[in-house]
């Protein structure tokens, strides 16, 4: 008797705590505001997208965030795998607001909050330093980037912790990696993220404010919530991200090639200018009249001049006045007459000296 009173007080205890732990974590993600669903895709979402989830019945409120997977460096050279996470901003009602246990929330590029569980397995604390690495790439900022621990804090989505909570225990699965907070826009400021683009949406339901997190009727609920988003509107909405893209790529191709084209348009014309002016050098240099460099060259004077447009040198005179007097003495019946005519030079010469 006393053994099965021993055994109900135990159980009676056990169901006790259990039911103020469950109740301890609805108040805790009510006062967070834990979303209710969320959304992923490897090809992001974007505001369409986001509108098209408000639409959704039983929606009543759908936000994106932006998300950065990345790897920090830990002790040993090991790497860490987490998620770099900004708030989620423009809900109706603060979504998936983490709890600071120390600090603050990071309010600027540069800080960042991490999570007690990586607090307690890297031994880091609030002023540290740890160097983060962007997973995906493919940008010119990438590479490793220092982020200052300005505060530690709770996950909502995951109550996982070194103080021994079981992530079975709740409604979320425990983590495969760590979740850090940034400041909203450092992912586009540090890492070259795109601000259109969100990693995930979250969302909060109509009809649960009042309802037990761990209840049938909850699960019920979201479950349904999930059918409706899976059978209305995935499909569409991943074909239209998927043509965005393309849409998107072909519009880079096409910028590409006119800039490419346009560049090849403008050495092409500065190739023609140069060989115009080549062409135009060209035909100065044979309208240019060729002139004889010496007057000897030249077999007479006559030559000479339409050559040179001038009379030969003294040289080339003398020698073509030779030629002639040869010429004179050579003909038949002028021998007679060179001699009279030299010598009448000859007594002139003389007379005109003696005087």
């Known amino acids: 008797m006393i053994i099965s009173m021993l055994g109900v007080a135990v159980l009676t205890g056990i169901y006790a705590g259990c039911r103020d732990t469950f109740l301890a974590a609805n108040r805790f993600y009510e006062q967070q505001g834990l979303h209710d669903v969320e959304v992923v895709s490897t090809m992001g979402l974007t505001d369409d997208d986001v509108d098209a989830l408000r639409g959704v019945d039983g929606v009543d409120d759908a936000v994106g965030v932006h998300i950065e997977r990345v790897t920090i460096d830990g002790e040993g050279g090991h790497r860490l795998n987490a998620t770099l996470r900004e708030p989620a901003d423009g809900a109706k009602d603060a979504i998936d607001v983490p709890y600071v246990r120390e600090g603050r929330l990071p ?20 002023g540290d330093t ?15 980037h220092a982020l200052t621990i300005v505060g530690i804090v709770t996950d909502p989505s995951d109550l996982s ?13 425990v983590a495969n990696d760590y979740t850090c907070y940034v400041a909203p826009g450092s992912l586009e400021k540090t890492f070259g993220a795109d601000g259109d683009v969100y990693g995930a949406v ?9 309802k037990d997190a761990f209840s049938d009727d909850y699960d019920s609920l979201v479950s349904s919530t999930v059918s409706r988003i899976e059978r209305d509107m995935q499909t569409k909405r991943e074909e239209a991200r998927r043509d965005a893209l393309q849409k998107r790529a072909q ?22 200018a140069q060989r115009s002016q080549l062409d135009e050098q060209l035909k100065r240099s044979t309208r240019r009249p060729r002139t004889c460099p010496s007057a000897w060259r030249c077999p007479n004077r006559s030559q000479a001049r339409n050559a040179n447009g001038r009379r030969g040198t003294r040289s080339s005179r003398r020698r073509n006045s030779s030629s ?3 010429n004179r003495r050579s003909m038949p019946g002028s021998r007679r007459s060179s001699r009279r005519s030299t010598t009448s030079r000859r007594v002139g010469m003389c007379s005109r000296a003696r005087r």
Request: a negative charge; zero cysteines; aromatic letters at 6%.
């Open 251 to 272: 519009d880079e191709l096409t910028r590409a090639k006119e800039q490419a084209y346009a560049e090849i348009h403008t050495a092409q014309a500065r190739l023609d």
């Open 130 to 144: 740890i160097d983060v690495t962007a997973a995906s790439g493919g940008d010119e900022r990438d590479g490793t």
């Open 202 to 210: 979250v969302m909060r339901l109509a009809d649960t404010q009042n």
């Open 107 to 126: 309010d600027a590029p540069g800080e960042v909050a991490v999570t007690e569980q990586f607090a307690y397995d890297t031994h880091h604390r609030i």
């Open 324 to 326: 002639i007097q040869k």
């Open 161 to 173: 912790n070194p103080e021994g909570y079981s992530g079975s225990a709740f409604r979320s699965a």
